[in-house]
C-alpha cells in the first residue's frame, strides 16, 4: 500500500480533491495543488475543447512557477477526469491534450479502457479508475489501471451503496496498488480513518464545494453549509446513473424529491437529466453525505490546512491509545 513516490513525495496530506463537474476549474485545482494536495477537474468543464488546452496550459504553468519559487514545498500533481462511457463523445481530443500536456494523473469514469491507460502510461502518467464494486475494480486493473477509487455509500454525485469498511477491505484482498476512498470524507479525522482501513488516499470533492475558488453558484455553496446528510437524496432519475444530491435543490425544480420516479441508463446525459427543464449539475446539486461538517465557506487552502491539523490530531490521539 505505497504511492509511487512521483505522488506521494510531493503530498502535505494524503488527500485527492474530486473533480466537480462544473464546479472544478483551473482556479480550484491550483488552489489544491499549492495546499500540498491532488487537484482535479473534469475535461468536459472545459467547453468548447480548445479551453481545455488553455486550461492544462495555465494549470501546468502556475504550479511550474510555484515550484521555482518554493522548491522546498513543490505542488502537488493534477489530475483530469475522462468520462469513458460512449456517451463522451469527446473523449478522444480530450485525451490527446493530457497527452500533450503530460497531466500527471488521469481519472477515469464509467468503463474502463485499454487504450486510455496505455496512452497515459506512454508519457509516464498514472491512471485512477472509479469504482463502485469489487467486479468492476477487477475489471479496470485488468485493462491497465494503476489505482482505483473506491467509491462508497455517501460519495457526492455517482455513488455506489456499499460500506467504505466492506469496499476496501475486499479489494485489499487481491489489490495491493494505490487505492483512494471516496465516501462522505469532510474532516481530518475521516482522512485517517481512510488510511487506517487501507486505503492510501481520501477522495474529497463535496466539501470543496463552498470554497471561494470553487465554481459553484452562490446558493449551491451556501445549500452545501447550511445542509447535512439528512439532506441527500440518492437517485437516478437525473443522469440515468444513481447519485446523491441535495434535496432542496430538487425541490427548487419543483420535484418531490421524496417519490422521485426511477431513470433509465440508457438515457444517460451528464447535462440534462429527468427533471424536466431542470438539469443535472447546473440546477439538480450534487453532494455527498459527509457535508455536516461544512459549516462555512472560505479560501481552499484555508479547508486543506484545517484538514491537516485534524489529521495529526487524529494520529496523536491514535498513537496515545496505542502506547
Same mark, same amino acid.
Given at each position: 500500500? =505505497?504511492?509511487?513516490?512521483? @505522488?506521494?513525495?510531493?503530498?502535505? @496530506?494524503?488527500?485527492?480533491?474530486s473533480?466537480?463537474?462544473?464546479i472544478?476549474g483551473?482556479?480550484?485545482?491550483?488552489?489544491?495543488?499549492k495546499?500540498? #494536495?491532488v487537484?482535479?477537474?473534469?475535461?468536459? *468543464?472545459?467547453?468548447?475543447? %480548445?479551453q481545455?488546452?488553455?486550461?492544462?496550459?495555465?494549470?501546468?504553468?502556475?504550479?511550474a512557477?510555484?515550484d521555482?519559487d518554493?522548491?522546498?514545498?513543490?505542488?502537488?500533481? /493534477?489530475?483530469? *477526469?475522462?468520462i469513458?462511457h460512449?456517451? *463522451?463523445d469527446?473523449?478522444?481530443?480530450d485525451?490527446?491534450?493530457?497527452?500533450k500536456?503530460?497531466?500527471? #494523473?488521469?481519472?477515469?469514469?464509467?468503463? $474502463?479502457?485499454t487504450?486510455v491507460?496505455?496512452a +497515459?502510461?506512454?508519457y509516464?502518467?498514472? =491512471?485512477? &479508475?472509479?469504482?463502485? !464494486? !469489487?467486479?468492476?475494480a477487477?475489471k479496470?486493473?485488468?485493462?491497465?489501471a494503476?489505482?482505483?477509487?473506491?467509491?462508497a455509500?455517501g460519495?457526492?454525485?455517482?455513488?455506489?451503496?456499499?460500506?467504505? /469498511?466492506a469496499?476496501?477491505?475486499?479489494?485489499?484482498?487481491w /489489490?495491493?496498488?494505490?487505492?483512494?476512498?471516496?465516501?462522505?470524507?469532510?474532516?481530518?479525522?475521516?482522512?485517517a480513518?481512510?488510511?487506517?482501513?487501507?486505503?492510501?488516499?481520501?477522495y #474529497?470533492?463535496?466539501?470543496?464545494?463552498a470554497?471561494?475558488?470553487?465554481?459553484? $453558484?452562490?446558493?449551491y455553496?451556501?445549500?452545501?453549509?447550511a445542509?447535512?446528510?439528512?439532506?441527500?437524496?440518492?437517485s437516478?432519475?437525473f443522469?440515468? +446513473? &444513481?447519485g446523491?444530491?441535495?434535496?432542496?435543490?430538487? $425541490?427548487?425544480?419543483?420535484?418531490?424529491p421524496?417519490?422521485?420516479?426511477p431513470?433509465?441508463?440508457?438515457?444517460?446525459?451528464? %447535462?440534462?437529466?429527468?427533471?424536466?427543464d431542470a438539469k443535472a449539475?447546473?440546477?439538480?446539486?450534487?453532494? %455527498?453525505?459527509?457535508?455536516?461538517a461544512?459549516?462555512?465557506?472560505?479560501?481552499?487552502?484555508?479547508? +486543506?490546512?484545517?484538514?491537516?491539523?485534524?489529521?495529526?490530531?487524529?494520529?496523536?490521539?491514535?498513537?496515545?491509545?496505542?502506547?
Amino acid at each position: 500500500m =505505497t504511492l509511487p513516490a512521483s @505522488l506521494g513525495a510531493r503530498l502535505r @496530506l494524503p488527500v485527492m480533491g474530486s473533480p466537480l463537474f462544473i464546479i472544478s476549474g483551473p482556479e480550484l485545482v491550483i488552489a489544491q495543488c499549492k495546499a500540498g #494536495i491532488v487537484g482535479s477537474f473534469p475535461s468536459l *468543464n472545459a467547453r468548447p475543447v %480548445g479551453q481545455l488546452d488553455e486550461w492544462l496550459h495555465q494549470i501546468t504553468q502556475e504550479l511550474a512557477a510555484h515550484d521555482r519559487d518554493h522548491p522546498d514545498a513543490p505542488a502537488a500533481p /493534477f489530475a483530469v *477526469n475522462q468520462i469513458v462511457h460512449r456517451s *463522451n463523445d469527446r473523449l478522444e481530443e480530450d485525451l490527446a491534450l493530457c497527452v500533450k500536456w503530460r497531466a500527471p #494523473i488521469v481519472i477515469t469514469s464509467l468503463g $474502463a479502457r485499454t487504450d486510455v491507460n496505455e496512452a +497515459v502510461h506512454g508519457y509516464g502518467g498514472l =491512471t485512477f &479508475h472509479d469504482v463502485i !464494486d !469489487d467486479r468492476f475494480a477487477r475489471k479496470a486493473v485488468e485493462k491497465g489501471a494503476d489505482g482505483l477509487i473506491a467509491v462508497a455509500a455517501g460519495a457526492g454525485g455517482h455513488a455506489g451503496t456499499l460500506s467504505p /469498511f466492506a469496499l476496501v477491505q475486499e479489494l485489499r484482498a487481491w /489489490f495491493d496498488g494505490p487505492l483512494a476512498l471516496s465516501g462522505s470524507i469532510a474532516t481530518g479525522g475521516a482522512v485517517a480513518a481512510a488510511i487506517a482501513m487501507g486505503a492510501d488516499l481520501a477522495y #474529497i470533492g463535496s466539501a470543496f464545494i463552498a470554497t471561494d475558488e470553487a465554481r459553484a $453558484a452562490e446558493g449551491y455553496k451556501d445549500m452545501v453549509v447550511a445542509s447535512g446528510a439528512a439532506d441527500i437524496v440518492y437517485s437516478d432519475l437525473f443522469t440515468g +446513473v &444513481h447519485g446523491n444530491y441535495l434535496k432542496p435543490s430538487i $425541490a427548487a425544480a419543483g420535484l418531490d424529491p421524496d417519490a422521485l420516479p426511477p431513470g433509465d441508463v440508457r438515457t444517460m446525459d451528464f %447535462g440534462s437529466g429527468g427533471g424536466g427543464d431542470a438539469k443535472a449539475w447546473r440546477d439538480i446539486w450534487g453532494c %455527498g453525505q459527509g457535508i455536516g461538517a461544512v459549516t462555512s465557506r472560505g479560501a481552499a487552502g484555508e479547508l +486543506v490546512a484545517r484538514l491537516d491539523e485534524e489529521f495529526r490530531a487524529a494520529g496523536r490521539l491514535v498513537g496515545a491509545m496505542a502506547g
